[in-house]
């Protein structure tokens, strides 16, 4: 192993340069405008598979697009077989005068990569693929089998993985999945991530008069859309902070001993959550510590909303319409689809029938949690303990990776979410960024796991 680890220190500028021509790639699967670059992105990670040695790699079509998949698996019968899963889409760069150097034109300041998709995730998948590269070079063979899975509608819900993994579930066979796409606690605090939070996501329509009214002439005699909407989204909690909409809790799982111990073990002072947020006074329900609320209990929150006038200075009508897009993050054993259903159940009885509400289900992805004490686990806590000189904290998070649940019920494989990111990035946000020192460590770590879990 030391001589890939050495290998690893002395190809890191060529590692560098090639994340670079990777990020200078806009693969943004919510613009369809961008589909095309979607696409080139996948043709770019087949050849750099091929280069890195992989005695297999293509595009695979989905209903949607496409999927990465290659493979090495010579180890032998008797190793096992890790997947590793990641994506290579992007989110859209929007507010763009808000960066300060182009998203697609990667650069580095104070030791950060600065691109979209810099930490979120093609900077940490890439990783993967200059891990194998270099075992490969340095030592002739990885000491485990190995498939790659990389997504390109992860960013949009993952709307085409599911099927895709149920339909070639025999080439996808593994023991077990490796994912870097998530991120340590703090600067020099390595997490693994044991749990996701699931998802359902929905938007809410509401129509009013047939076009915007004069607020002098018809004010006081029509129920305003925008009004009633604020209403609608008023009840949806409690004022304890829970989820208002019945039955929401019925299948929560309440958090284990050993949830609440890992939890307690994270150190996470408020003062750290003040800095990330830019907010005072955290909120939220009782009982429960930030780490708890934000990986372990389910959540209710409006993305946007709008409606109405809200250009420069005022103009008084009363709008037409009025709408909102709302999430809910689910925890085990939630289901995203019963959730949609218990969110349409509710809202009409809390919308006057003067307007029509309209409610839609946008996308929806279950919850996961696997177990910490995993030989897969000891070997990801030996690995980032190996590199950076410290074990790492166990924690569930709140981000969502759908397919991660997927995996568990179709291929019976547990998820190792071992990120490199940091809670600053600014994932999904103007300035993305990833510590370059992280994508150089991150290829490190991964040469340690495969090591650590064939030993
Ligand atoms: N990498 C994130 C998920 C994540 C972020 C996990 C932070 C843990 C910590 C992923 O790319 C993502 O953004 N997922 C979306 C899923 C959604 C589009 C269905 C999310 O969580 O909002
Ligand atoms: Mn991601
Ligand atoms: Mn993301």
Redesign the pocket.
């Known amino acids: 192993m030391q001589k890939a680890l050495e290998m690893a220190r002395e190809k890191r500028s060529e590692h560098l340069n090639k994340l670079f021509e990777f990020l200078r790639i806009p693969s943004i699967s919510t613009e369809t405008e961008r589909h095309p670059d979607v696409r080139r992105a996948a043709e770019w990670l087949v050849d750099q598979m091929t280069a890195a040695g992989l005695q297999e790699a293509r595009v695979m079509e989905t209903e949607g697009l496409p999927i990465v998949y290659g493979e090495w698996l010579e180890a032998g019968p008797d190793a096992p077989t890790v997947l590793v899963y990641g994506?290579y889409d992007v989110?859209p760069v929007d507010p763009l005068n808000l960066w300060q150097s182009q998203p697609f034109e990667p650069e580095i300041r104070g030791g950060d990569i600065y691109a979209r998709g810099a930490?979120?995730?093609k900077g940490q998948m890439f990783a993967h693929i200059k891990a194998v590269e270099t075992i490969l070079a340095s030592e002739g063979r990885v000491p485990v089998n190995l498939k790659f899975l990389f997504e390109g509608e992860?960013?949009?819900?993952?709307p085409s993985i599911d099927a895709f993994v149920e339909e070639h579930a025999g080439l996808l066979a593994a023991d077990s999945v490796l994912v870097s796409?998530?991120?340590f606690l703090a600067e020099g605090k390595p997490m693994l991530?044991y749990g996701?939070?699931g998802?359902t996501?929905m938007e809410i329509l509401v129509d009013g008069p047939h076009h915007d009214l004069h607020s002098g002439a018809y004010g006081g005699t029509v129920y305003n859309p925008a009004q009633v909407l604020a209403e609608i989204i008023a009840k949806l909690h409690n004022d304890d902070a829970t989820v208002a909409i019945p039955g929401f809790y019925d299948r929560v799982r309440e958090l284990s001993e050993t949830d609440r111990e890992a939890a307690a073990q994270v150190d996470y002072p408020v003062t750290q959550w003040q800095q990330e947020t830019g907010m005072d006074k955290p909120w939220g329900e009782a009982g429960y510590s930030l780490i708890e609320r934000r990986g372990g209990r389910p959540t209710c929150e409006v993305n946007g909303i709008w409606g109405g006038y809200s250009g420069e200075g005022g103009k008084t009508i009363i709008p037409a319409h009025a709408g909102a897009k709302i999430?809910m993050?689910l925890v085990p054993d939630q289901d995203p689809d019963e959730i949609a259903q218990l969110f349409a159940d509710f809202i009409p009885t809390i919308a006057p029938e003067h307007v029509r509400v309209t409610v839609n289900k946008l996308?929806?992805?279950w919850p996961s949690i696997t177990p910490i004490d995993s030989p897969e686990m000891k070997a990801a806590a030996a690995a980032l303990q190996a590199v950076w000189g410290v074990p790492p904290v166990f924690s569930r998070?709140?981000?969502?990776?759908?397919v991660i649940s997927t995996f568990q019920k179709v291929l019976g494989a547990s998820a190792v979410?071992m990120?490199f990111?940091l809670p600053g990035s600014k994932?999904?946000a103007p300035n993305e960024h990833f510590k370059e020192d992280h994508y150089y460590k991150a290829i490190e770590a991964i040469i340690h796991y495969y090591h650590n879990l064939a030993g």
Request: hydrophobic share 25%; no cysteine.
């Open positions: 994506h989110q930490v979120d995730d992860e960013e949009l819900g993952s796409d998530t991120a991530v996701l939070r998802l996501y999430s993050r996308s929806g992805g998070e709140g981000g969502s990776i759908p979410l990120g990111g994932m999904h």
